[in-house]
């Protein structure tokens, strides 16, 4: 991930078996909210909207009007932890990412997955 203009910009860049995805979110102010558009990891274009709380410790966002899967919405919110399972005790930082799928099916439960990213060198 990458942080541009104080954290308006935030760019993750990630890699999954289909290939390599990036994304770029804009942070808008809380009274203020705006959308953009953004591929998801489907390749499919949806609207996103993200902003910064808790004194900017934490990235929300949601990604709204997917199709795939049923159709549906994904709110993240990221953050920073220290790995606590770092064998070296070098005091590795991890970004996590927690994830709700809000389906748009009133009949589905949500799904939920937290992920954690370790920087690669």
Sequence with gaps: YRQIDNGKTL???????????ERVL????????????????????VMAEAWWEEEGTKHISWMRGGKKW?????????????????????????LVCDTVFHPTDEFREKSYISWKFRRVE
């Design 70 to 94: 049923g159709g549906g919405d994904f709110e993240s919110t990221r953050y920073l932890e220290c790995d606590t399972d770092d064998e070296d005790d070098n005091g590795a930082v991890l």
């Design 11 to 21: 760019t993750i860049i990630g890699t999954n078996p289909r290939g390599k995805w």
């Design 26 to 45: 804009i942070s808008s102010e809380e009274d203020n909210r705006i959308e953009t558009p953004v591929q998801t990891a489907d390749s499919e274009t």
